[in-house]
């Protein structure tokens, strides 16, 4: 592994029942009948990263900030970076602008009160800036974002754009505005693309895989971003029922396997913030 390139750790700030893939059975209202389980999933994937010396960036939902204040508070006080993730993890693509307009300003607003530092990332739910919401990252630039890291370059039932340019770039938006967008990672090959950043991914293939991968990507003298879930480090999350067999599967696969695998990925990479790295590369 090349440990004098660094990489962006992220994490989306979510809670086990706001996934996409329960939507479904799942309704927004309901949500909050459920149990915080974020708080102390956040505080393991901290203290790991406090444990190995890492800095990342935490893209938190404007719903976590609004309920749990003290979940952004500590990231912040532990000198990580602040990013959006939007407010109420709805598809961009299935939004009205206005009203993805007004989470966005809201949302951003409401992070930076709370951890008092500049928000200046965004992460869209379940990567859903695609070709049909290209349209977002004009509100993006509005709202005074600097980067996105919103777009998967590859092809999946819920996200992605296939051609898009796979490494750190400027962007120019729809209406001609400039933007940094840093891509979900992936390998690519003359047959295939490899999914390789993180979350479902990251439990489904063997670590080695994933390293194999990652490392790849570094070879190249490029930097790759890694991201995870605070559930995604819970086995003992509370079972959602009268879902797919597939989404079971994609859900709760290897669990229990992740935090050791987390921990792997920190000896085995350099790690730091997402605004670091684009800063290093000259896009900031």
């Known amino acids: 592994m090349n440990k004098n390139i660094s990489n962006a750790f992220t994490v989306d700030v979510e809670d086990f029942f706001q996934v996409e893939a329960f939507s479904q059975v799942i309704d927004r209202d309901k949500w909050e009948g459920f149990s915080c389980r974020v708080e102390a999933n956040t505080d393991h994937i901290l203290a790991l990263l406090d444990d190995k010396g890492v800095k990342g960036t935490f893209f938190v939902l404007g719903w976590i900030a609004k309920r749990y204040p003290q979940v952004v508070k500590k990231i912040a006080e532990q000198g990580h970076e602040i990013a959006s993730h939007g407010m109420t993890h709805k598809l961009i693509y299935n939004q009205q602008p206005d009203v993805f307009k007004k989470e966005t300003f809201d949302s951003k607003s409401l992070l930076e009160d709370l951890s008092q530092q500049p928000v200046n990332g965004y992460r869209a739910a379940t990567y859903s800036i695609t070709n049909k919401s290209l349209w977002a990252l004009d509100t993006l630039v509005e709202a ?141």
């Open 144 to 284: 005074g974002f600097t980067y996105d890291s919103s777009i998967f370059p590859m092809t999946h039932d819920r996200y992605g754009i296939a051609d898009a340019c796979p490494i750190p770039n400027k962007l120019t938006t729809p209406n001609g505005s400039k933007i940094v967008e840093f891509p979900i990672s992936t390998v690519k090959s003359k047959y295939f693309t490899l999914p390789i950043a993180g979350g479902g991914y990251f439990r489904l293939f063997p670590y080695m895989i994933t390293r194999w991968g990652l490392s790849q990507i570094n070879k190249k003298n490029e930097s790759f971003v890694f991201y995870i879930h605070p559930w995604e480090v819970d086995p003992d999350q509370p079972r959602i029922e009268n879902i797919s067999k597939f989404t079971k599967f994609r859900h709760y696969n290897n669990l229990s396997r992740c935090s050791n695998r987390l921990s792997m990925l920190l000896n085995d990479f350099k790690f730091t913030t997402m605004h670091n790295v684009l800063e290093d590369k000259g896009l900031l």
